[in-house]
């Protein structure tokens, strides 16, 4: 059973950046794609982002808008989300997630999800 453990979460300013770290409990995750998603209060889990097991293949959500990067570690089993200029609508638990098969498309249905942080964008 695959653990992802985030970390990194806070409360920030508009336009401030705030960097993300999910670290896996398995070494078998640098064979996964990771990515992550997002839940606003009141709304449902919203794809972010997601990364291929080499990096090679990356999506981003359309209202990502070049702010945030995704990048993995294999050697750590961590994969990061740099967000710079965050506004408040991206206030939100930010979630982790890993799957063992191949990445597609932004429509991803990932089999393991961490337990999330709490990023918080004030205006």
């Known amino acids: 059973q695959v653990q992802l453990v985030e970390s990194g979460g806070g409360l920030v300013q508009t336009g401030d950046s705030l960097r993300l770290s999910c670290a896996a409990s398995e070494r078998s995750v640098s064979m996964y794609s990771l990515g992550w998603f997002r839940q606003a209060p009141g709304s449902g889990r919203e794809f972010v982002t997601a990364i291929s097991w080499n990096g090679g293949l990356i999506y981003y959500a359309a209202f990502v808008r070049g702010r945030f990067t995704v990048s993995r570690d294999n050697a750590k089993n961590t994969v990061y989300l740099q967000m710079n200029s965050l506004e408040p609508e991206d206030t939100a638990v930010y979630y982790c997630?890993?799957?063992?098969?191949?990445?597609?498309?932004?429509?991803?249905?990932?089999?393991?999800w961490g337990q999330g942080a709490q990023v918080t964008v004030s205006s």
């Open positions: 997630a890993a799957d063992p098969g191949p990445l597609y498309s932004t429509k991803w249905n990932p089999s393991y």
